[in-house]
Every structure is written in C-alpha cells, then in structure tokens.
C-alpha cells in the first residue's frame, strides 16, 4: 500500500513540476494564465470543503493574497527556490513518517509524526545544497535560515488545510490529483511560504 501511494504520489509530481516550471519561465501571460488556473481552482475547493459562510470568506481572503505574493516574487529562481523547498518538505515528511514512524506530532493531523517533520527539513536542506550550486552561490547563514523557515511554514499550512479537512469530515480537498486529492492538498504548505518569502523579500533581507 505504501508503495502504491508513493508511486502516484512521485507519478504526479512528474507530469506537475514541469508544468508548473514552464509557466514559472515562460512568465508574462503565461504565469497568469498559470496562477489564475490553480486560484479559481483552490477557492472551488476551499469553499467546497468548508460549511462556515466566515471561514469561506476569510479563506478566500488568504488565498487571494496568497497567489498574489506568488505571482509579485521577482525572481523565477526564487519562485522556483520556495515551491521546491515546499516539495522537497513534503516528500521528506512522507518518506521518513513511513520508514521511522514513531511518535505524532500533533493530535489535528494524527499521519503527521516527528520523524516526518525531521525528514522534512533533512530532504529540504539537501535541496538547498543542490540550488545553491545551481545558481552559483554559497551556502550562508541567510539561505540556511531561510530554508527552515520555509520548510516550517509549509508543515504548519500542512497541518492547517489538514485541520480544517477533519472540521469538515473529508480526506481529500478534491480529486483531481491522482496520489494527491485536491489542488489545496499539493500547495496546502506552499500557499502559507510564499507570503512569508514575498516579506522577506520585502524587507531586503535575501541576497
């Protein structure tokens, strides 16, 4: 069963990351065609899974600044940066939660354990080393940082969209993934990093 999880989960992987690579380079209107797309279909999902008329509002809310701190990052490198450390968290905590298991994290997200979480920041930091040398730079206190604020933040929106799953009584945000369920279950982490990456940048604290 693990295996068979695992290979949808890495299947679509596969046929997403590139997809979303290339609207992430070709930019202009193709990156807006892109972030519209994966907009409309989370707040489908989002207003389809909640019952709360205040929880929809304020969801919809969140992901509208969310995807719009997506599309204003500066850099396709640095968009690319953040939704692969994202990734690269989220199948670090699969990984390792299936292979150590051990004790869970939090009683909101009972699959959540802390080997997961370690795994995470291992397979996260791991990432890192390989961006790093790809854009030619080195290692530094900032980066290292930066990645485990990510990764953290793309745990806890993990654990959130997962919160609001069981208030909701569903195991999956949608369908249309295979391996993953909904769009919201693939970016549940990335719709929390991208608006704390677009503040960093902000304030002119990455270099």
């Known amino acids: 069963m693990i295996g068979k999880e695992l290979k949808k989960r890495i299947l679509s992987s596969i046929i997403l990351l590139p997809l979303a690579l290339f609207f ?3 930019g202009s209107f193709y990156l807006i065609f892109f972030t519209l797309i ?5 707040i489908y999902e989002w207003n389809n899974m909640v019952k709360k008329i205040e929880l929809k509002f304020f969801g919809s809310l969140f992901l509208i600044f969310s995807f719009y701190t997506f599309y204003e990052i500066s850099d396709s490198y640095l968009l690319i940066f953040v939704l692969l ?6 199948i670090g905590g699969y990984i390792f939660g299936k292979l150590f298991k051990g004790p869970k994290l939090i009683r909101i997200s009972p699959n959540k354990t802390y080997s997961g979480m370690i795994g995470g920041y291992f397979l996260s930091l791991i990432f890192l080393l390989f961006f790093i040398n790809w854009i030619n730079q080195t290692v530094n206190l900032e980066w290292f940082i930066i990645t485990i604020l990510i990764s953290t933040v793309s745990q806890i929106g993990d654990i959130a969209i997962s919160y609001f799953k069981r208030l909701s009584k569903v195991k999956d945000t949608g369908k249309i993934i295979p391996g993953h369920g909904g769009l919201l279950d693939r970016i549940d982490g990335m719709i929390f990093a991208f608006p704390i990456f677009y503040l960093i940048e902000l304030t002119g604290n990455l270099s």
Request: with cysteine.
């Open 24 to 26: 992430i380079f070709a």
């Open 38 to 42: 994966c907009f409309f279909v989370s």
């Open 85 to 90: 450390v994202c990734a690269s968290t989220d």
